[in-house]
Nanobody, 124 residues
Framework: QVLLVEFGGGLVQAGGSLRLSCAAS????????MGWFRQAPGKEREFVAAITKRSGTGTTLYADSVKGRFTISRNNANNTVYLQMNSLRPEDTAVYYC???????????????WGQGTQVTVSS
């Protein structure tokens, strides 16, 4: 079992920045690739970014909508994954979830563990 807890959401103006954190505990989280997803009201959960097991920036995947604005990274020493979000837009408003997967993938169905989510609201 891997327990995931997200931190860092909040309200920000368009063009601003936020950094989300996902703290992992339980089974060795460094054995898992980690991903960030988001879900806006009335929409399906969508992929944002993912990173391989290696600490630092590792090998990463990004959704086209966030490429160049968001950066995913991880620190296996403290079992934390980060999502640095810059140049935020109103359409980035959603609940953001982190997940753990045995594979580096953008498919939510391949993630075995999820956090409870953190709300990000971007005002125009």
């Amino acid at each position: 079992q891997v327990l995931l807890v997200e931190f860092g959401g909040g309200l920000v103006q368009a063009g601003g920045s936020l950094r989300l954190s996902c703290a992992a505990s339980g089974r060795t989280s460094s054995n898992y690739a980690m991903g960030w997803f988001r879900q806006a009201p009335g929409k399906e959960r969508e992929f944002v970014a993912a990173i391989t097991k290696r600490s630092g920036t590792g090998t990463t995947l990004y959704a086209d909508s966030v490429k160049g604005r968001f950066t995913i990274s991880r620190n296996n020493a403290n079992n934390t994954v980060y999502l640095q979000m810059n140049s935020l837009r109103p359409e980035d408003t959603a609940v953001y979830y982190c997940g753990a997967s045995e594979l580096l993938t953008r498919f939510a169905s391949r993630y075995d563990y999820w956090g409870q989510g953190t709300q990000v609201t971007v005002s125009s």
